[in-house]
């Protein structure tokens, strides 16, 4: 299925948006699903394309190590 887009999207400003706010996106970590490097938001916002460098595209948002514990009701 293909997407469509308006014609009157201008895609400079756009793209503009995309670059400012990868500033405000912290440290967030990616990992690679296939050989598991680790990049983080701002590198990958800075790449013409999001793909890892073994050639791979799918990242997944790496955790923390931390276990988190809730008190059941």
Known sequence: MRTMYPQNLNLDNFNGHIM???D???NVAYECMRC???VTAE???RL???K???GFRVFRKSRQ???K???AI
């Open 20 to 22: 400012s706010s990868s």
């Open 24 to 26: 405000s996106l912290g």
């Open 36 to 38: 598991g490097t680790s």
């Open 43 to 45: 590198e990958l916002s």
């Open 48 to 50: 013409p394309e999001i």
């Open 52 to 54: 890892c460098i073994c």
């Open 65 to 67: 190590p931390i276990v």
């Open 69 to 71: 514990q809730l008190k």
